[in-house]
């Protein structure tokens, strides 16, 4: 163990008691001390009379000093070894302390001096060690101990399983547990509460029903821990049987252990029985109304997150980032940078989690100049170091449409790791680059950087969007065979799509039926919307039912059925398809576009006259609409799957959200500035030629990020080559 330097102790010399003090007057002298000088010149009296060597007033300058330094001055200048009666209180007063680590330094001293340690000296050595997670001076305790013969004592070994459980020592900590002759409650709750503090959730819950087995009755702390456990370790059942185990035994249900209660139903998701928990405290801590909004923002219950929220009067960062986190993964994204925001005003620093949430919600806005002003902010505040904040800004600049800038952040990175290759080859697909997507996989596997299942998914998905079949069919082969990795629905899914989109219905329909297991609606849907594209009804029919008998309300499925009955202008079956989906609250998602101009975001539906600007951007469409007929521009009403006229359909097709966005962009923007337009379902045809085109006539560059990839307009050409 290293020495603790302590200073001399310094004493004033002017006297405080006139009369021959006694050791009683001394002693209470001592107690009445309000300060640290007042207590010096008490020690100067002690030091002047004849009363050093009582043991009381000793323990009582020791104990009392104001100051735990100027305490262990008077002890480092003893002239005489310390008695056990003396140092063991000590001990016990250090080890308690703000300073804990300097228990160690007494320690040394009295082993130097060969006097002082019996096995009541250990019980304070050992919290100590436990308080600092000490494990060298921990196991020297205990081989100490173990040859004074103090090893079988019960205090003893309560000590060691604590310090080698906060040690991280956690099968050492069983083994003293395992070889205990005698365990009471106590011993129990620490051996549960160290296989927590160590992440073994389920060992936590096997001993709980040891302990249970061995008929001992959990305390609150113990049931606490438990739920903790349950709650963490997404053991939802377990948790109800310890919740009905409370109540079967009438368990008085006090704050602490509704608060467990209702921060383990939240952790599993288990909302409304946590919502009906909250609702009976009369006082809401920080923890549990913590958990709760945890609980609804994981769910996308973001609204009800939000109430409990706005309800809490105090609230920390984790709180913050729960909240973000969960406008973040929603539809409104733009509310986690408005919190983000709220949260710079408040001064609260934030932390890695906090970041890695508004840098996703940047990444679903896919709006670029917001997020160049975050990693600006990440610079800024000593976050571009940390590597899952670097993957996070490639995947959020891909998503912002800007490939070349999150290349930039690969290339600068000086540790990478498999995240990192994968988030990059996943940019290149989502941007329609296959040849770098395949480029940089055979790089990584070069730098020995093995892929993983999501890497692969990576993979496959620029093949399917570039046609590439047989470089897919390699790179799948390659997984199963040279890699060893487990397929999965998500493999099947990309190889339908990757056949799907070349028009090999067949074979697509092929790995659907030969796949070792069975279809879900990941697969059937890749299938569905392989044939929607390539206008195969049939197959697209059979497909979408299959859909719906594994999710009845899924709306794509019954969106596709009811296109198809459009197409064979079957519209009684069309009108009795969309009565059932109003029946059930099933609605078609509404195409929403949204363009960033100005630091502000714009947001238009199909046919939105919503907007300030509304009169001048359709006089705008009026006009781009004539220019481009000039070149042979003719309005696609096919995609139009309603019941009127074909006139109204062009009319229709004419208003959807890309093209008003698009409008805007033309008359707000810079003439030469890049138009970046993200919208939430896939481009149509009609709107896909629209932008080709006027990328042409109006000589902009036009960056379009619809449901399943980035469309990068240019000179009448777009980089999916039509693929799409």
């Known amino acids: 163990m290293s020495a603790l330097r302590v200073p001399h102790p310094t004493v004033s010399l002017h006297p405080l008691i006139l009369a021959p003090p006694t050791t009683a007057t001394l002693y209470d002298a001592l107690s009445s001390c309000t300060s640290l000088s007042h207590f010096k010149q008490v020690h100067a009296q002690i030091l002047r009379s004849n009363h050093f060597n009582s043991r ?41 302390s703000a300073n804990p680590e300097f228990t160690f330094f007494v320690y040394q001293r009295l082993r130097k001096d060969g006097v002082g340690i019996d096995r009541f000296s250990f019980p304070p050595l050992l919290k100590a060690a436990t308080r600092v997670s000490a494990l060298a ?206 949260l710079q005003i408040l001064r609260i620093k934030p932390d890695h989690v906090t970041m890695l949430s508004v840098i996703s919600a940047c990444a679903h806005l896919g709006l670029l100049d917001q997020a160049k002003w975050i990693h600006v902010y990440v610079n800024r505040n000593g976050f571009g170091g940390a590597l899952p904040i670097n993957n996070a800004l490639i995947d959020m600049y891909s998503k912002c449409g800007s490939l070349e800038t999150a290349r930039g952040v690969f290339d600068k990175m000086t540790r990478r790791n498999v995240i990192s290759w994968t988030t990059m080859i996943n940019a290149f697909a989502l941007h329609g680059d296959a040849n770098n997507a395949l480029e940089f996989f055979y790089k990584m596997k070069e730098e020995n950087i093995e892929p993983n299942e999501i890497t692969f998914i990576g993979v496959l998905y620029a093949c399917s969007h570039a046609g590439l079949v047989e470089e897919g069919r390699k790179i799948f082969a390659s997984m199963i065979n040279e890699h060893k990795i487990t397929t999965k629905h998500e493999h099947y899914g990309c190889m339908v799509d990757l056949f799907g989109r070349a028009n090999r219905l067949r074979e697509a329909l092929e790995v659907v039926e030969t796949m070792p297991m069975a279809p879900n609606v990941i697969i059937w849907g890749s299938l569905m919307a392989a044939c929607r594209i390539h206008g195969e009804t049939e197959l697209g029919e059979f497909a979408a039912k299959r859909v719906l008998e594994l999710e009845p309300d899924h709306d794509g499925a019954l969106v596709l059925l009811s296109n198809i009955h459009a197409k064979e202008r079957r519209w009684e079956d069309v009108g009795e398809l969309r009565k059932v989906m109003r029946q059930r609250g099933i609605f078609k998602e509404r195409g929403c576009s949204r363009i960033e101009m100005d630091n502000e975001v714009h947001e238009f ?110 000179d009448g050409v777009c980089s999916c080559k039509d693929y799409w």
């Open 137 to 342: 001076e921990g196991r020297e305790l205990h081989g100490f101990l173990f040859k004074l013969g103090f090893d079988s004592d019960p205090f003893i070994q309560t000590g060691l399983i604590g310090m080698y459980s906060a040690c991280g020592r956690i099968y050492e900590a069983r083994l003293v547990f395992d070889n205990m002759s005698h365990r009471d409650v106590v011993v129990w709750n620490i051996m549960i509460d160290g296989y927590c503090q160590s992440l073994l959730f389920n060992d936590a819950l096997e001993l709980f029903d040891e302990m249970k087995r061995a008929n001992f009755e959990p305390d609150e702390m113990i049931l606490c821990t438990v739920l903790s456990a349950c709650g963490r370790a997404g053991n939802l059942s377990f948790g109800k049987a310890i919740h009905a185990y409370i109540n079967e035994n009438n368990l008085q249900i006090d704050s602490h252990l509704r608060s467990a209660l209702v921060t383990m139903y939240a952790s599993c998701n288990c909302m409304d029985t946590a919502q009906e928990l909250f609702d009976q405290m009369w006082t809401k801590n920080l923890v549990v109304s913590t958990a709760m909004v945890s609980g609804y923002s994981r769910l996308g219950r973001v609204e009800d997150a939000r109430l409990i929220f706005d309800q809490m009067v105090e609230k920390d960062l984790v709180c913050w980032s729960a909240m973000i986190s969960g406008y973040a993964e929603s539809d409104n994204p733009q509310e986690a940078l408005r919190l983000f925001k709220e």
């Open 56 to 96: 009381s007033l000793l323990l009582k300058l020791l104990l009392s000093s104001p100051s735990l330094h100027y305490a262990l001055s008077v002890f480092s200048h003893l002239p005489q070894p310390l008695l056990p009666t003396v140092s063991t209180p000590f001990l016990r007063h250090l080890s308690r």
């Open 605 to 714: 539906l199909m046919a939105d006259r919503n907007h300030e600007q509304v009169d001048k951007i359709y006089e705008k469409l009026d006009e781009v609409v004539s220019r481009l007929k000039l070149i042979g521009y003719a309005p696609n009403a096919g995609s139009v799957l309603v019941d009127l006229e074909e006139e109204e359909k062009r009319e229709v097709v004419l208003w959807h959200s890309e093209k008003l966005a698009l409008c805007y962009g033309l008359i707000s923007g810079e003439r030469d500035s890049c138009i970046r337009i993200v919208k939430n379902l896939r481009v149509c045809e009609d709107c896909h030629t629209f932008i080709k085109m006027v990328s042409k006539v109006y000589g902009r560059e036009i960056i379009v990020r619809d449901r399943r990839r980035f469309h990068h307009y240019k």
